[in-house]
């Protein structure tokens, strides 16, 4: 295993020099893609889809095939951590991630143990393993996991949501209990991690999808510290190459100075900070990663073009950018509109270099 | 008509000096409370409720004969204009507010006219006037609008939501149509408020529930210009008192400084936000109203003074804090939490003044 032959998204992550500004996009592998859609009804479901190495790998090298993306990132979900730990994830056609059996009683939380990644999560590793074969080292793989957070609303609630009633009660009632099931999420992240590293993952991302609808005080108590313990037990190295690690809290725009002196090397952004200003804030410290609307892929491709322009002269002359959407990308987006963006950047990032 | 007894709320959203820290809710009468949804049962449904002046008056009482509150805010709903413009509201059962005739055309959108508030909404205002009388100068009523943004989300979507490809495909795609749409929706809740300012409303709150889901520069140019027309048509003073005016973007915490300067006198803040960070930025220009997290009132009394001393405690000592909660009072909220919360800032708050 060395190092990628296009090293660019690595490079930008630890603010060293560029050519251009590397792309990847959150989701990249999804249901916009005709060809997933094929590969996906082969599999018979979602969760089959992740569940094959085989499978996950082919979805994974699609966009890769298409479009002249900077890196891959393995094709999984944000939650197989909570199913390894016998939640039951499944997904009702047309809705968010559930679980069958969510965390009800303070019994359930105190009996809770981290999963040993490589007895119950082998199937991500193997296929983490496999995308790194296939991808005979053309460019860097990403790995990832949920915050412990994010993983908690999920495994209080049962749902995804906007309100999280059952997650805040028992933060602001007892908590004790949610800080003992953050913990043991902790551990089960950096674990699953580190074991996505060994496997061949060049970079991890942390997703805090929920982190944002906290109080800055809860968001800084119940989700960061907790970010923070699963940053500081990551191999930073492996193989003799840093391997850097991006942190992407949604909706968490007004908590950068506390993210970026987290420990992670990149930050996340989603579409209403102004990279401008966040790089002014904490470019010293960390790169940015972001943010162009999803929402600009519904439309043209000048249109996509133009949108791209502003995302990169919101930037500005540097190195320490990697662009990438502010969030996933809608299952309604035209590919040739993607292949519009990556083209675009690749093409007017130069000069920024 | 003349200067309510207790005037604490419009002295504190102009910075004069109070005895204590105001509290309003944001939705205080509803569905939380057993009164009010025997009233709205005696009317038929929601809409029902706020076309009746008399029932609306009825219901925009009720929070305050329960619990020492220093405003009154007129029962009514955020989408009154577009209704009023022929749009169709309407409610479906445990559902947000949806239109029957969203804009779907660009004639609709070209033919689109602001209504006359004194011939077509003229039931807000009999029932602002109608509190009013009732209130007897107790405390101040408080009118409101949705913003033009706002209601140009519900008017293209059909309904509120998360995502908004439509209003965002048309941003990127057709910006022309837009600012068309908003024009004609900054002159609309620019007279809509006026006339509530005509009928006795004694401060006024523009409710910028979507303006989040923009990027920086989309909330500059689509959501806040356009408030900012609205507060420069305002009339900022009625019978010889100020009116102060007051501007919530749900989401917005990281657009403080252009929010603050949009010529409104305080800025409501959600609980994602620092009241001590927004004041050290923004406080020698605007009162701050917020930012109790919603999600304390579902826990227990002593729960709740323990949080909303957190509160009072982050914005510190001086004028210029209306307590509020970051976002409307939950329909499961314990109306014994609300009775704990609005006495602990009565009683906890003088040492700050």
Chains 1, 2 share one sequence.
């Not at 102004?274 to 519904?298: E, I, T, Y």
Request: hydrophobic share 40%.
């Amino acid at each position: 295993m060395s190092k990628p032959r296009n090293d660019t998204l690595l490079r930008a992550l630890m603010r060293q020099p560029t050519p251009y500004t590397p792309i990847w996009l959150m989701r990249q592998a999804g249901r916009y893609l005709p060809e997933y859609n094929q590969t996906r009804a082969r599999a018979g479901d979602f969760l089959a889809l992740c569940r094959s190495p085989d499978l996950a790998t082919e979805v994974t090298l699609q966009p890769l095939a298409r479009f002249r993306l900077d890196a891959a990132i393995v094709f999984s979900d944000i939650l197989t951590i909570p199913d390894a730990m016998g939640l039951g994830l499944y997904f009702a056609e047309g809705e968010g991630p559930k679980f069958e059996r969510p965390l009800r009683e303070e019994w359930e939380i105190r009996d809770l143990r981290a999963p040993d990644p490589y007895s119950h999560l082998s199937y991500v590793l193997d296929a983490v393993s496999q995308v790194r074969r296939a991808l005979d080292n053309s460019v860097p793989l990403i790995g990832f996991s949920g915050s412990p957070f994010t993983l908690a609303c999920y495994m209080i609630e049962g749902e995804g949501g906007t309100e999280f009633a059952r997650v805040k009660r028992m933060l602001y009632q007892r908590p004790d209990l949610l800080h003992a099931l953050l913990r043991v999420n902790a551990q089960a992240v950096s674990a699953y991690l580190n074991a996505q590293i060994e496997s061949g993952a060049q970079a991890v991302m942390i997703f805090d999808t929920w982190g944002g609808a906290l109080s800055h005080r809860g968001y800084a108590e119940f989700s960061l510290r907790y970010t923070e313990q699963v940053l500081s037990e990551l191999k930073h190295e492996h193989a003799g190459e840093r391997v850097p690690a991006i942190m992407f809290t949604k909706g968490g725009g007004a908590w950068l100075e506390q993210i970026s002196a987290s420990g992670c090397d990149a930050v996340g952004l989603d579409w209403s900070v102004s990279l401008a200003a966040a790089r002014a804030q904490v470019g010293s410290r960390v790169a940015l990663q972001g943010n162009l609307d999803p929402a600009v892929l519904l439309t043209e491709p000048e249109v996509v073009r133009r949108e791209a322009a502003r995302v990169l002269d919101d930037f500005g002359a540097g190195s320490g950018h990697v662009f990438n959407l502010g969030h996933g990308i809608s299952q309604h987006t035209p590919p040739e509109n993607v292949a519009a963006l990556v083209e675009a950047v690749r093409e007017m990032s130069p000069r920024y270099h």
